[in-house]
T-cell receptor
Framework: DAGITQSPRHKVTETGTPVTLRCHQT?????MYWYRQDPGHGLRLIHYSYGVKDTDKGEVSDGYSVSRSKTEDFLLTLESATSSQTSVYFC??????????FGPGTRLTVT | DQQVKQNSPSLSVQEGRISILNCDYT??????FLWYKKYPAEGPTFLIS?????DKNEDGRFTVFLNKSAKHLSLHIVPSQPGDSAVYFC????????????FGTGTRLQVTL
């Protein structure tokens, strides 16, 4: 299994508060991704990174920002959490951008 | 606009029989396809993939078939086992936007005894 960890694994927060989720890899893979999984929608890409400090938007990027200051860490920030951002968030990594390996997920509840 | 579609939300199969999960896509630029398996409270795990230059790829009990003219792929599991009960996602990517996967909405497979 690819070495990917996500923290926290569970979080409950209030509307309007900032939240940061962390993804950490030990595989030295170039690409890192953040997805959200919601019923009826499958997995949707939020943001991804193709190198340190190189990031791009995905399909559902509004309300989210990311940062990657070193190869192993990819942070996802919700600047002001809303109830529509209640979801399960998955980080993924890839060496070549094709086959992706996923972390265990973070369940976020915004009340 | 759903570019990758899994039209069957659920499927129930008896143990030992064949499971066939289907996936359709609309983007003719897709050239690489993958299947992932997901158990509750875990991240998706890679199962099998196929490049558009092939029409079949096999790995043990799992075979993926690709019909490019119909823009259709399927995952066959033979024989099905109770441990195969999970949600299966198909995903696709194209060289032009290499590094981004588009996922279907998933099919929940239940293998019964």
């Amino acid at each position: 299994d690819a070495g990917i960890t996500q923290s926290p694994r569970h979080k409950v927060t209030e509307t309007g508060t900032p939240v940061t989720l962390r993804c950490h890899q030990t595989e030295n893979h170039r690409y890192m991704y953040w997805y959200r999984q919601d019923p009826g929608h499958g997995l949707r890409l939020i943001h991804y990174s193709y190198g340190v400090k190189d990031t791009d938007k995905g399909e559902v990027s509004d309300g989210y920002s990311v940062s990657r200051s070193k190869t192993e860490d990819f942070l996802l920030t919700l600047e002001s959490a809303t109830s529509s951002q209640t979801s399960v968030y998955f980080c993924a990594i890839s060496e070549n951008g094709r086959r992706q390996y996923f972390g265990p997920g973070t369940r976020l509840t915004v009340t | 606009d759903q570019q990758v579609k899994q039209n069957s939300p659920s499927l129930s199969v008896q143990e030992g029989r064949i499971s066939i999960l289907n996936c359709d896509y609309t983007n003719s630029m897709f050239d690489y396809f993958l299947w992932y398996k997901k158990y509750p409270a875990e991240g998706p795990t890679f199962l099998i993939s196929i490049s558009s230059i092939k029409d079949k790829n096999e790995d043990g009990r799992f075979t993926v078939f690709l019909n490019k003219s119909a823009k259709h792929l399927s995952l066959h599991i033979v024989p099905s086992q109770p441990g195969d009960s999970a949600v299966y996602f198909c995903a696709a990517s194209d060289t032009g936007t290499a590094s981004k996967l588009t996922f279907g909405t998933g099919t929940r497979l239940q293998v019964t005894l």
